[in-house]
């Protein structure tokens, strides 16, 4: 079993970075898809970034795409999200979750594990 820990959130300007992370604790990190989903006040959640277990292959929503960059390392049971360019649309609670899949999804149902979210916050 995964628990996972998701830190990094915070208040930034638009045009600002932040970088998440989550934690894993379990000993099977590296068999998990990772993968970042965000939802905002009153929209139902959507996917943001996926990387596969070796981290070769990553996918991110259109919505993020040059401006976010998804990573890991399996020696320290870690996965990042680096955020650039920050917009105030991007404002969210941000979630990660784990897949038991080789490659990444956009599809949640596929994740069977999640943190518990960490706030990020835009302002204009």
């Known amino acids: 079993q995964e628990q996972l820990v998701e830190s990094g959130g915070g208040l930034v300007q638009a045009g600002g970075s932040l970088r998440l992370s989550c934690a894993a604790s379990?000993?099977?990190?590296?068999?998990?898809?990772m993968g970042w989903f965000r939802q905002a006040p009153g929209k139902e959640r959507e996917f943001v970034a996926a990387?596969?277990?070796?981290?070769?292959?990553?996918i991110y929503a259109d919505s993020v795409k040059g401006r976010f960059t998804i990573s890991r390392d399996n020696a320290k049971n870690t996965a990042l999200l680096q955020m650039n360019n920050l917009k105030p649309e991007d404002t969210a609670v941000y979630y990660c979750?784990?897949?038991?899949?080789?490659?990444?999804?956009?599809?949640?149902?596929?994740?069977?594990?999640w943190g518990q979210g960490t706030q990020v916050t835009v302002s204009s």
């Open positions: 379990g000993r099977t990190f590296s068999t998990y898809t």
């Open positions: 990387i596969s277990r070796s981290a070769g292959i990553t």
């Open positions: 979750a784990a897949a038991p899949r080789n490659w990444g999804t956009m599809r949640q149902h596929e994740y069977d594990h």
